[in-house]
C-alpha cells in the first residue's frame, strides 16, 4: 500500500499545484499509461472549490478524452511492433472481430466504471475499432462519470469523499448493469 501512497503523494505535490492545468494533464497520462484513476486529483479540486466542480469535471473529460486518442495511438503502433510477434494472424482476426462486435460497450464500461482506461484505449488501437465511436463512447462515459462526481460534491461537499470511497464502483457498476439491461429489452421490444 505505500506505493499507492506515495504515488498519490507524487500526483498532489506535482499537479495539484498547477491546478486545471494539472489535472489536465494528469487526466490525459490517466487514460493512456497511469494506473491511478483521476479523482486522485479531480475530487480534492473539486472539494476545494464546488463552484468550479463542472469546470473541473470539463477539464478532467477533455484530458481524459485526449489521452484516450493517445492510447489508442500506443496500441496502433505498438500492435505491430508487439502482437504480430507473439500471436498468429488468424488469433488476432478472431480477436478483432469480437472486440468489434462490442466495441461501443467495451469503451462506455472502461470508460465509466472502475475498470483501468487506458486497457481499452491501447486494445481499442491494436484492434483498430472505429475510431469516431471510439471518440463518442470515450467522451460520453468519462463526461458522465466525472460530472457525476462533481454533482455529488457541489451536492454533498467534502462528505462525499466518504461516500464515493465506499460506493462508488458499486454505483458505476449497477448503472452499467442497468443500461446493458435496458438495451436488451429496447432490442427484444423493438
Sequence with gaps: MGAVTGFVSYVDKVFLPLGWAGLFGYSFIEASISPFPVEA???PLMIADPAKALWFAF????GS???AMFGYYIGYVGKIAVLEKFFSKD??????TLYNKYESWAVFIAGFTPIPFKLVTISGGVFYINFKKFILFSILSRGLRFFL?????ILYGNEVLGFLDRNFE???IIV???LIAGYYLYKQFK
Design 65 to 67: 478524452v485526449f489521452g
Design 59 to 62: 477539464i478532467a473529460t477533455a
Design 91 to 96: 488469433k488476432i482476426a478472431k480477436v478483432h
Design 170 to 172: 458499486l454505483l458505476t
Design 149 to 153: 462526481e462533481a454533482g455529488f460534491v
Design 176 to 178: 452499467v448493469v442497468l
Design 41 to 43: 486529483l479531480l475530487l
